[in-house]
């Protein structure tokens, strides 16, 4: 997760940070070159039918990446060059990183993130299993931890998704809708923000998700769960001003301004045949929901949305599959009720955080919203250690002012380079360049692709 500022100033901070970032997870990665080794510490025991002296010639490499290069590999190589490398040897899909970062708004951060992915029954019958961890803390006091997984038991037959939260946050806010200036009160141009002048809101966050999924048919499962999300002690501490989006939102929809609770019931659709989680070469994903959330279950209004998620990937390439194509649409519409203000889909809402490159979360947001986005993903190096992407996304929402969905889109895009973490679950660490409308641009750093 990443913690953002304000208007003109977030550019500045995010691009100092990004940078500080980078460099810093270079250097203190070396403190993890003991965890990565480990990734070569586990070995297959032969068959018991099997003798020693024809194991060599019988048993055939249990790693079908031990070709490629990773991390890990970078590491044995400088630490170790004279250490060969044993093919029998299976790879972790354990991979620490350190989470380091600065910016004035946050100060120091300082932290540990790992990612895990493990397939728990036989493959190709059952899909790979993810976690991830985040833990960190700022010299501002603010502090985020989270757990997230989607975990498939053998033979898909059941699938769990969820996630854990628990932060101090800061959470940047630049208005209702997609940038349209349309006529009305001073109220009403203080909540569309048509310039994006930026705000800052601090809060204490607390959220719980988890969906549980049957499969009824191949590649096809129905599901439910619960989610909650409860913000308290909300605060701008940027302006004096009552004419902030987040007051006008909250005054006519009738939310307290220090705290809300958004929480609801998940019904869920989903189709999958994507070969890998993390970075898929061929596939499709695709999700359908209804959220109703419910007073009855604490939530301080009632609301009903309908959210979807597509994805899909086309391979260019039997000899080299990193060659990828790869599309993603993800929306969210309210059919009736309210939202609190800071659960709005909008921009980096997508439940990754990892829509809209080219913006800062929340840049863009309405009661209804869709995103789509297309990036092409192809090789550098013939290790597979280095690769890059390409992509552009555009946006759109509605506003209360007359403003539909649709009726206006902002663009985005940009270049990165992916570097391989772990090639046993196909990890790598992300760095992007992109940009937007209105100034928007900046770097953006993470661990496995956008989608």
């Given at each position: 997760?990443?913690?953002?500022?304000?208007?003109?100033?977030i550019e500045k901070y995010n691009y100092n940070r990004i940078k500080?970032?980078?460099?810093?997870?270079?250097?203190?990665?070396?403190?993890?070159?003991?965890?990565?080794?480990?990734?070569?510490?586990?070995?297959?025991?032969?068959?018991?039918?099997?003798?020693?002296?024809?194991?060599?010639?019988?048993?055939?490499?249990?790693?079908?990446?031990?070709?490629?290069?990773?991390?890990?590999?970078?590491?044995?190589?400088?630490?170790?060059?004279?250490?060969?490398?044993?093919?029998?040897?299976?790879?972790?899909?354990?991979?620490?990183?350190?989470?380091?970062?600065?910016?004035?708004?946050?100060?120091?951060?300082?932290?540990?993130?790992?990612?895990?992915?493990?397939?728990?029954?036989?493959?190709?019958?059952?899909?790979?299993?993810?976690?991830?961890?985040?833990?960190?803390?700022?010299?501002?006091?603010?502090?985020?931890?989270?757990?997230?997984?989607?975990?498939?038991?053998?033979?898909?037959?059941?699938?769990?998704?969820?996630?854990?939260?628990?932060?101090?946050?800061?959470?940047?806010?630049?208005?209702?809708?997609?940038?349209?200036?349309?006529?009305?009160?001073?109220?009403?141009?203080?909540?569309?923000?048509?310039d994006r002048k930026g705000y800052v809101l601090h809060a204490q966050?607390?959220?719980?998700?988890?969906?549980?999924?049957?499969?009824?048919?191949?590649?096809?499962?129905?599901?439910?769960?619960?989610?909650?999300?409860?913000?308290?002690?909300?605060?701008?501490?940027?302006?004096?001003?009552?004419?902030?989006?987040?007051?006008?939102?909250?005054?006519?929809?009738?939310?307290?301004?220090?705290?809300?609770?958004?929480?609801?019931?998940?019904?869920?659709?989903?189709?999958?045949?994507?070969?890998?989680?993390?970075?898929?070469?061929?596939?499709?994903?695709?999700?359908?929901?209804?959220?109703?959330?419910?007073?009855?279950?604490?939530?301080?209004?009632?609301?009903?949305?309908?959210?979807?998620?597509?994805?899909?990937?086309?391979?260019?390439?039997?000899r080299n599959p990193e060659h990828v194509i790869a599309f993603w649409?993800?929306?969210?519409?309210?059919?009736?009720?309210?939202?609190?203000?800071?659960?709005?889909?909008?921009?980096?809402?997508?439940?990754?955080?990892?829509?809209?490159?080219?913006?800062?979360?929340?840049?863009?947001?309405?009661?209804?919203?869709?995103?789509?986005?297309?990036?092409?993903?192809?090789?550098?190096?013939?290790?597979?250690?280095?690769?890059?992407?390409?992509?552009?996304?555009?946006?759109?929402?509605?506003?209360?002012?007359?403003?539909?969905?649709?009726?206006?889109?902002?663009?985005?895009?940009?270049?990165?380079?992916?570097?391989?973490?772990?090639?046993?679950?196909?990890?790598?660490?992300?760095?992007?360049?992109?940009?937007?409308?209105?100034?928007?641009?900046?770097?953006?750093?993470?661990?496995?692709?956008?989608?």
């Amino acid at each position: 997760m990443e913690f953002r500022h304000t208007a003109n100033q977030i550019e500045k901070y995010n691009y100092n940070r990004i940078k500080f970032s980078i460099l810093s997870r270079l250097f203190l990665s070396a403190g993890f070159i003991t965890l990565s080794s480990l990734a070569y510490s586990q070995q297959i025991k032969p068959a018991d039918s099997l003798k020693k002296d024809s194991l060599a010639a019988a048993v055939k490499p249990t790693d079908s990446t031990y070709k490629q290069y990773d991390i890990a590999d970078l590491f044995r190589k400088v630490l170790h060059p004279n250490r060969k490398v044993n093919p029998l040897r299976k790879k972790s899909g354990i991979t620490p990183i350190p989470n380091v970062a600065y910016n004035p708004s946050i100060g120091a951060q300082i932290g540990i993130k790992a990612v895990a992915g493990r397939v728990l029954g036989s493959e190709p019958n059952t899909l790979m299993s993810v976690a991830a961890t985040s833990a960190s803390i700022t010299t501002k006091g603010i502090i985020y931890f989270y757990i997230n997984h989607n975990i498939y038991t053998p033979g898909n037959k059941w699938n769990f998704q969820g996630s854990l939260v628990a932060a101090k946050t800061v959470t940047p806010d630049f208005g209702l809708g997609i940038g349209n200036n349309q006529p009305g009160s001073v109220e009403d141009e203080a909540l569309l923000n048509p310039d994006r002048k930026g705000y800052v809101l601090h809060a204490q966050y607390y959220s719980f998700k988890e969906k549980v999924y049957k499969q009824v048919e191949e590649n096809l499962f129905v599901g439910a769960g619960v989610s909650f999300d409860i913000r308290r002690k909300i605060e701008d501490r940027t302006t004096e001003s009552e004419l902030t989006p987040y007051n006008i939102y909250s005054d006519r929809h009738g939310f307290d301004r220090d705290h809300y609770s958004s929480n609801g019931l998940l019904f869920n659709v989903q189709y999958t045949t994507r070969d890998n989680q993390n970075r898929a070469y061929k596939g499709i994903y695709a999700d359908a929901g209804i959220r109703v959330n419910q007073s009855w279950i604490g939530s301080t209004k009632n609301a009903v949305q309908f959210t979807t998620d597509f994805r899909k990937y086309w391979s260019l390439s039997a000899r080299n599959p990193e060659h990828v194509i790869a599309f993603w649409n993800w929306g969210s519409y309210l059919a009736s009720g309210a939202i609190p203000y800071l659960e709005l889909p909008g921009t980096g809402k997508d439940p990754a955080f990892r829509s809209g490159r080219g913006y800062t979360i929340g840049y863009f947001k309405g009661t209804n919203y869709n995103y789509s986005e297309l990036e092409y993903r192809f090789p550098i190096t013939r290790n597979k250690f280095l690769s890059g992407v390409t992509f552009f996304n555009v946006q759109t929402t509605n506003d209360e002012l007359g403003t539909k969905i649709f009726d206006k889109w902002q663009p985005g895009g940009g270049a990165g380079l992916r570097v391989l973490f772990n090639k046993a679950t196909r990890t790598n660490l992300c760095l992007d360049y992109a940009f937007g409308n209105y100034g928007s641009r900046g770097f953006f750093l993470g661990l496995n692709e956008a989608f």
